[in-house]
């Protein structure tokens, strides 16, 4: 088995500050995603990476910059935090073979800005 | 890119009744369907998928079904229990690439 970490747990800003998610995985997995969840809805994807130092845009990448620096981590920034946005972000990873490989997600960063 | 929608968003079965949720998708390269369960506070996890070369597939009071032609699937829980209240997400995965798109989801209340 494996596990995916998500730091910090929580997270509180200012409106116009860049903060930085950050996400590690021990499945030895290649692809790894970023995906935004507001409140009681479904999971928007931010941003993939299908190996170490690629970046792939997701549906909502505008606003967001990530990094793949190893392949057991990701991070994700938010360039300009806006004021009162609250979500979570969800980590993921999976073996990425293109076939259909399970997703595994991490615990989530709760993001809240003042 | 891949669009998924979800339907319903909200659904209340008795418990001991069937809940049905329906999903449908634009892009005929998707091949992979999985769906995922959130319990609040949790993160989601895969509970059944079915690929494109198959209809019909069960895990115990699971079943999916997938039409390829109408481009639908759809989750089906049998013999609901109080358990199987959460939130539970339809996806679709595009074809050559790993890049996965959910449905806004379905909040599934079951009534004792």
């Known amino acids: 088995g494996g596990i995916i970490t998500q730091t910090p747990k929580f997270l509180i800003g200012q409106e116009g500050q860049k903060l930085t998610l950050k996400c590690q995985q021990n499945?030895?997995?290649?692809?790894m995603y970023w995906y935004r969840q507001d409140s009681g809805k479904g999971l928007r994807l931010i941003y993939y990476?299908?190996?170490?130092?690629?970046?792939q845009k997701g549906d909502l990448s505008e606003g967001y910059d990530a990094s793949r620096e190893k392949k057991s981590s990701f991070s994700l920034t938010v360039t300009s935090a806006q004021k009162n946005e609250m979500a979570v972000f969800l980590c993921?990873?999976?073996?990425?073979?293109?076939?259909?490989?399970?997703?595994?997600f991490g615990p989530g960063t709760r993001l809240t800005v003042l | 890119g891949e669009q998924v929608e979800q339907l319903p968003s909200i659904l209340r079965v008795q418990e001991g009744s069937s809940a049905s949720i329906n999903c449908s998708y634009e892009?005929?390269?998707?091949?992979?369907f999985p769906w995922y369960k959130q319990e609040p506070g949790e993160n989601p996890k895969l509970i059944i998928d079915?690929?494109?070369?198959?209809e019909r597939k069960q895990i115990q009071e699971l079943i999916v079904l997938l039409d390829k032609k109408a481009k639908r699937f759809s989750l089906h829980i049998t013999d609901t229990q109080p358990g199987d209240s959460a939130m539970y997400f339809c996806?679709?995965?595009?074809?050559?690439?790993?890049?996965?798109?959910f449905g806004a989801g379905t909040k599934l209340t079951i009534k004792p």
């Open positions: 499945f030895n997995h290649d692809t």
């Open positions: 993921a990873s999976s073996m990425g073979t293109g076939g259909g490989a399970e997703q595994f």
């Open positions: 079915i690929r494109s070369n198959m």
């Open positions: 892009d005929s390269a998707s091949n992979y």
């Open positions: 990476s299908i190996t170490e130092n690629d970046l």
């Open positions: 996806a679709a995965r595009d074809y050559g690439n790993e890049k996965i798109t």
